[in-house]
């Protein structure tokens, strides 16, 4: 059924425009290649394995990750070095951990990574997903007789109510079949490195690491400003010290997340506050060298902090993530003009019974509740000068037109969200756009 033309979706649509992802991808690839400096992309902006793929295949070394079901997914396509840069706490992530590492060679085994039957990155909440390319995902815990006979056809979110036999009831995928991973998994992962901030959090998983056998190769995690995980500079040296001596941990290096400098008035101060984080972590590096500890990463990461940050010298790696989109708060950071915003979501007015009010069928469930924040609203209303998006509720949106080219019933609109990750993370599956098709429907992974 693809391609077809954009007024042709269902609505509301997630939407990538290919070209400017692509161009996205290929000018932040240049300018860390320009520098000498690694790109590890942060994954939870797209969850998406046709973004990741081209992110790979313009430089990146690996991806990181901020959970659990994101390390499993990208594991399974056999992405190389993985970052987790969350602290694995609790005795599931404890346990996911070793046995990723364990599976690819930490130290006990060589075979391939499988997420591990029970974790979080297969069955969340015990709930039950259809994640088959040829369904929009549907959890079910329990279809019963009412969810079979349900139909999601594959280029529409129309569910029609009919008596859909035993096509809909197959394309449940069921508990214990890897939901999550991937289409054609390949080989395993071969490095999974996580971040620390404290020997108490370390404790948990040198046990079980030793249990295991293996290795668990992880970053402190420090504080430039963001004050969120991280050990303070001053405590940088004596923190590594107590968990380098616990066995089954070994350390690569240190990591910060400059995520501070977005609230900063503007741009120089930001930049400024990007290179003072950058030259913060790059001096903790120095002690902990100092101090005999083996420091080959040094890791910044955030998108506002991408144009500064990772370009202090003795940085080694920068994570930007919401990049590949960009999006409304990027915007108003300076970080990119509109016309590189690659996600929109479509939607179309519903009503306008009352005057200046559109209100359209798209609302927080689409767009994510993410604030923009400083300005306000839900979103950019792309191209139409005079509408703007005031607020929302679950699936409906409030516009507000200033009367100049009034909006009518079934008027389509382009929207882009506050915040790319946060969106993404509300749908199953994302429309591939060139010009004013659709040409393409890419599965959205890994959303918990
Ligand atoms: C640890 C870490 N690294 C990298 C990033 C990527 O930052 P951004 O979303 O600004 O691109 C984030 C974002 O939250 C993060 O938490």
Redesign the pocket.
Known sequence: MLPIPLDALPTPALLVDVERLERNIAAMAGAFTAAGVALR??V??SKCWEVARRQLEAGAIGF?C?TAAEVAWLSGHGVADLLW??IPIGPRKVAFVVDIIAGHGGGRSDSAVTAPRDSFAVAPRDSVTATSRDSVAVAARDPGPAARSLTVSRDSVAVAARDSGPAARSSTVSRDSVAVAARDPGPAARSLTV?LDSVEAARPLSEAASAAGVTVPFVL?VNTGHA??GVDPADAVATADGIAALPGLRLRGV?T?E?HI?ALPDRPALEQAGKAAGGLLVEVAGALRAAGHDVSIVSV??????TSTPFVPGVTEG?????VYYDAN?IRMG?CRPDQCAQTVLARVASVRRAGRPIIDAGVKAMSSDAIAVAGGVGLVVDRPGVTFVEANEEHGFLHDDGAVPLSVGDLVRLVPNH??GTTNMWSHVYAVRGDQAVERWEISARY
């Open positions: 992309p942060h939870k902006t990181t901020s840069a969350h971040s995690e969120r995980l990591l997340h995520g977005a990461g955030s998108t506002p902090g991408a994570r930007p993530g919401t990049y990027q970080s790319a990750c």
